[in-house]
């Protein structure tokens, strides 16, 4: 994290995205998923904002809201200094190359039928970078060669690689445009640990190199906390706790963020430790629980947290937790007050 | 120990693969350990160079014609691109290719024997330069027979040649092994039967049927070809915009393809028949078209309802496509397989369309096709003039569904071999 | 006499690209109640070596061509099938790589598990239920009378992966087989099903193979690790010997090059290159293209290493145990506590 502050390169204002869900004969509209329900953050220019949840939870639509590759319901997205949600066709194809994406698979975020050299340099013909096709080929070896790929590759098509490889150059496509804001969706979740490390280390060097933001989205915490300086934790569409990654690390607040971390397996077998077990599978998020989300699995609920949706409490600097008994959780919850099986 | 770069990748294995083959290679490689698919194709590009050179077998011009003291002539040659004799846009086309198609193709072929052994990729680049430059060359020989219509001789050259050797001239002529016109019958040989100078008789207005059925093989390719082009082009915009936008524009076309299916497509084809005068094959391409296009469609709406989930879509639409790109370049090029596999059955359905809409007396009655030559059989009810034609179109889309097959089993990872 | 003694395993596969020697020469054992963690990266053969066990291998293109697969003593290479069938589902289950594709979706759960049972026990339908809803019950399914009866639909992913657990289970196996049984999963059920599976180990006594390309699963759940690298053993040893001496330099590349031994933000350490893919496998030690200690010796095929208490390693130079600790170490301080 850099000391003098810089603007917020990219800050999302309760972002909401529901997806219909239809049913019968005649699909009629029954209900909505709330796949992403009012989330707010920011990311500075630099940093590595990771959002983290169980599957479901929201991620990938959160990401894929922002850019606008699905059409958020309500929200404002301020990339760079414009309201993506607010800006028209062309002008949205214009500032595409201010944001791009990198996806989890690598094996179909590459299309097939196109040459490496087609697949990177088309966006740079597409947005007046370069002028001629020469040019395009030119510049997509110099970035090959920059993710770690022969130049020469540029004429060859994707099957011919690795997903270590394929990866590599889904990230050539994203940094090719100069973008200021990257999404890595699960961007190394699919990778084998040796080559993981392979592609942290370059999305590390590429982050410095050309000046981006990112928003890592994963569900790894131990990649979470290599690469982020922020994180946020997610819960059946909402924001759940907030802060950077000591704070999340160190003093995680929601009973949720403590399971979490409970959860993840560690390297060491000396330090086995008794995990906190939370009960049940994630709810539907057709039909959230009301109150707090979590309150259905949650250890420390009460009365009030099927009642009343708690608002994110301020409990450091940039460190927010939603929860109403974020008092109580300063020591990490009880284990054996947690039944191991679902209720 | 130093910490290893991350940039470093194992050249070994990355040079081990320089070979890699291409998609379309694969499919080759597949297709042709398929003897039997192998074979039949084959069959078809020995029925396409029948087409091609037809008149090299089966013409009433000489190739040489010098009647005693008289200079040398080549009515043969002129005859080629002869209006009056070739009234045919169709026979047009294949005499460019009998004439300019050849002198093109020698070179095209040169560079293919000679890029054999070379590499896969460079091999791949010099070899597509190759075609596009035959292509290339080839349509503009067409546009220039197309703006510089040759109009001549109108003589019926065997007939001459009698009267000029009952009169005691010397006529040095050489023919085509039939000398016969594909389209001008002979009134003293209506009817003729099975016999050494006619293989397969004459029909009732004296042609020779063994002729007019080569001719018939430029006819029924053409229309396959065309009409199912023409379809596979209509239906694969359609299906396009259908699968790649879903929802309402999706559910409109679904209505409009599921109209069209319902009705029997033989009875709208022949009903549209009926209604126009003077049928030119084009007309016919066209009806076959208006119907079939909706396969194609559904095919490729299938595609592109799978391929545009996909992340390589988003990634195009997070570069900043037009959609009109993202639909064409990206998407189609993934979804066009299966349907190209099923053109190849298509060309097959096309020629039994038009032999039956002939057969019925709805065809064009002025081009010799295998269903104007069936038509001609059941109004004169000769066998031969049924069962040869019959036959042709039986080995024809034998020779296309099997290829088809082997096309589609090629495609097939299932199947690979 | 261990549980399962697998002796020089050679399970091949013959394709178009030539053979492919997937699992080639791969050796352990299992101890009663013991659980064996597989690990290795994609493609190394941990599947193929479970599948071969059964003798499940898709055939042609694949085919044990050697090794022993010792139960109980007994060969299950070359045990004949009708033996063999008794020998699977009732002495040795296994969970399936996808819990999504591996129930039948026309059947309820419930169905699917008595199918099980009736199977191999000498019981009428009423007490196969009454099993099935017992086993569905202790593997943590809520309200498991009434959703006995659902089917695989109507079930999350967590739920179907306990599902299969339940009919793994519910025979009373001597061994079970896990190919990654969470890998599909959240790590909040994933933790769920791991505690089960320990928890039914205690009670049970079965042997436990839990086939994981995770070290973290590894480290938290089992007795004893065997390493895999491109369908060899590379490594075999105690859990808590193997993260913290490993001696194979695989193994240890692995260890340093995982994010939570480092400190945030520094450079990982990486392996150099890629997995070989098994058409172009190097001779002699297969990790030898990317070994950062390879000579002209590692040509020739590695020889065992006995480092005691079962510590194995196949390699020509072996990492002493200080250089071990030293290199791991030096990473782990920065590490997540
Ligand atoms: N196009 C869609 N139509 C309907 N529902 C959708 C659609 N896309 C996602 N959803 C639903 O929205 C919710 C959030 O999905 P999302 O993919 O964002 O989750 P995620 O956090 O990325 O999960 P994962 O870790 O599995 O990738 C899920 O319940 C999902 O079923
Ligand atoms: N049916 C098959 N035909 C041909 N080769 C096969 C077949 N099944 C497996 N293989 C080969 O065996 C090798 C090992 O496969 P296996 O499934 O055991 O890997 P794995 O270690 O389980 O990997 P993952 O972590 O991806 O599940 C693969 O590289 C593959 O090439
Ligand atoms: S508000 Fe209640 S239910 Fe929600 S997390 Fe806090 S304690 Fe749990
Ligand atoms: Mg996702
Ligand atoms: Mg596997």
């Known amino acids: 994290m850099t000391a003098e502050p810089r603007p917020p390169v990219v800050q999302v204002k309760d972002l909401v995205k529901h997806f219909p869900v239809y049913k019968g004969l005649f699909r009629r509209q029954v209900g909505s998923v709330k796949a992403v329900d009012g989330i707010s953050f920011d990311i500075q220019g630099g940093e590595t904002v990771a959002m983290v949840g169980e599957s479901g939870c929201g991620k990938t639509t959160a990401g894929r809201a922002m850019l606008r590759l699905i059409e958020p319901d309500s929200g404002e997205v301020w990339v760079s200094g414009r309201n993506v949600p607010d800006l028209d066709r062309d002008a949205l194809r214009n500032w595409r190359q201010k944001m791009q994406i990198i996806f989890q698979d690598p094996y179909s975020s590459l299309n097939p039928r196109q040459t490496i050299g087609q697949i990177i340099g088309g966006g740079l013909l597409l947005h007046g970078i370069v002028q001629t096709a020469a040019e395009a080929e030119d510049r997509a070896k110099e970035l090959l060669e920059r993710v770690g790929l022969q130049p020469r590759y540029t004429s060859r098509y994707p099957h011919e690689f690795s997903g270590g490889q394929r990866q590599r150059i889904g990230i050539a496509r994203a940094v090719a445009l100069n973008p200021d804001f990257i999404v890595c969706d699960e961007a190394v979740s699919a990778l084998d640990v040796s080559v993981q490390a392979q592609v942290i280390n370059l999305l590390l060097d590429l982050k410095d190199e050309f000046d981006l933001c990112y928003l890592f989205v994963t569900h790894d915490l131990s990649v979470v906390r290599h690469i982020a300086d922020h994180v946020v934790v997610m819960y059946l569409g909402q924001i759940v706790e907030r802060a950077s990654r000591a704070d999340i690390y160190a003093r995680p607040r929601h009973p949720y963020t403590q399971a979490l971390l409970s959860a993840a397996p560690r390297t060491d077998p000396h330090k086995r430790r008794k995990r906190v077990i939370l009960p049940g599978d994630v709810p539907s998020p057709i039909n959230p629980p009301a109150g707090c989300r979590f309150h259905t699995r949650c250890p420390l609920a009460g009365p009030r947290c099927s009642a009343e949706r708690p608002a994110a409490h301020r409990i450091a600097d940039d460190h927010y937790v939603a929860c109403h008994f974020y008092e109580d959780t300063t020591d990490p919850i009880d284990v054996t007050a947690s039944s191991p099986y679902p209720r | ?417 | 006499m261990a549980l399962l003694e697998v002796k020089d395993l050679k399970t091949w596969f013959y394709t178009d690209d030539g053979v492919l020697r997937s699992v080639d020469g791969v050796s352990f054992e299992i101890d009663r109640g013991e659980t064996l963690g597989v690990v290795g990266e994609s493609g190394c053969g941990k599947s193929v070596t479970a599948m071969s066990i059964l003798r499940l291998i898709p055939q042609p293109p694949g085919r044990i061509v050697g090794g022993q697969i010792l139960f109980e003593g007994r060969d299950l290479v070359t045990l004949p099938i009708k033996e063999l069938r008794k020998v699977r589902g009732n002495d040795i289950s296994v969970i399936f790589q996808e819990p999504m594709t591996s129930l039948n979706p026309v059947y309820t759960v419930g169905d699917q598990t008595m199918e099980a049972i009736l199977l191999h026990q000498s019981v009428d339908e009423d007490e196969a239920r009454a099993i099935a809803l017992d086993m569905l019950k202790r593997v943590g399914i809520p309200a498991a009378e009434t959703r006995i009866d659902e089917y695989p639909h109507q079930m999350s992913g967590g739920m179907k992966q306990r599902v299969m657990i339940a009919m793994a289970l519910s025979c009373k196996p001597k061994l079970l087989i896990a190919d990654e049984p969470t890998t599909a999963l959240d790590v909040t059920i994933q933790a769920q099903i791991l505690e089960l599976l320990q928890d039914l180990q205690q009670s049970e006594g079965m042997g436990i193979m839990l086939i994981t390309h995770d070290l973290g699963v590894v480290a938290e759940t089992c007795d004893r690790v065997v390493v895999l690298y491109a369908g060899q053993v590379a490594e075999t040893a105690d859990t808590g010997a193997l993260f913290d001496h490993p001696a194979h330099p695989y193994t240890v590349g692995l260890l340093r090059s995982l994010p939570d031994r480092a400190p945030p933000g520094s450079r990982l350490y990486t392996i150099e290159g890629m997995v070989p893919s098994p058409q172009d496998f190097p001779t002699g030690c297969r990790f030898r293209t990317r070994c950062p200690h390879a000579s002209e010796a590692c040509a020739e095929l590695p020889p065992v290493h006995d480092l005691g208490d079962g510590h194995r390693v196949w390699c020509h130079h072996p990492l002493s145990r200080e250089d071990a600790r030293a290199l791991t170490a030096e990473r782990t301080e920065g590490g997540w506590q």
């Open chain 2, 1 to 417: 120990m130093a910490d290893l770069e991350s940039a470093v990748d194992a050249p070994v294995a990355a040079d081990a693969r320089q070979e890699d083959p291409s998609y379309g290679e694969i499919v080759w490689g597949q297709f042709r350990k398929r003897r039997l698919a192998m074979a039949c194709l084959y069959g078809l590009v020995g029925l396409f160079l029948l087409a091609v050179y037809a008149p090299v077998l089966a013409s009433n011009k000489p190739f040489i014609w010098q009647p005693a003291g008289e200079p040398v002539q080549f009515p043969w040659f002129i005859s080629l691109f002869d209006r009056t004799f070739f009234e045919n846009q169709v026979d047009l086309f294949f005499n460019t290719l009998l004439v300019f198609g050849t002198i093109i193709a020698i070179p095209v072929a040169v560079v293919f024997v000679r890029t054999r052994n070379r590499l896969r990729r460079p091999r791949r680049a010099a070899r597509s330069r190759a075609l596009v430059a035959g292509i290339g060359a080839f349509l503009l020989c067409f546009a220039a027979v197309q703006a510089f219509p040759v109009q001549k001789q109108k003589e019926v050259f065997p007939r001459i040649q009698a009267q000029l050797e009952a009169a005691g001239t010397e006529v040095r002529a050489v023919y085509p092994p039939l000398p016969y016109s594909f389209r001008d019958g002979d009134i003293d040989q209506i009817g003729q039967p099975i016999s050494r100078a006619h293989l397969l008789g004459t029909d009732n207005a004296g042609r020779d049927v063994l002729t007019r059925l080569l001719f018939g093989t430029r006819i029924s390719l053409t229309i396959g070809v065309f009409a199912v082009a023409l379809y596979i082009t209509l239906g694969t915009i359609i299906g396009s915009i259908a699968g790649y936008y879903g929802g309402r524009v999706d559910a409109l076309i679904q209505r409009i393809i599921e109209v069209v299916i319902c009705v029997p497509s033989l009875f709208l084809i022949l009903t549209v028949a009926a209604f126009i005068e003077n049928r030119s094959i084009f007309h016919i391409m066209v009806i076959i078209a208006a119907v079939a296009w909706t396969s194609p469609a559904r095919l490729i709406r299938a595609e592109f309802l799978r391929l545009r989930n996909l992340d390589f879509v988003s990634a195009a639409r997070a570069v900043g496509y037009r959609e009109r790109t993202i639909i064409f370049k990206e998407i189609l090029p993934n979804a066009i397989a299966p349907v190209l596999v099923a053109a190849t059955f298509g060309v097959a359905r096309a020629i039994l369309i038009e032999s039956t809409m002939s057969f019925l007396g709805l065809g064009d009655i002025t081009v010799p096709s295998w269903g104007q030559i069936l038509n001609t059989g059941r109004t004169t009810s000769d066998w031969v003039l049924i069962l040869a034609p019959g036959f042709a179109i039986f080995v024809t889309v034998s020779l296309l569904n099997l290829v088809g097959e082997g096309f589609r089993d090629a495609l097939d990872p299932k199947l690979r071999k």
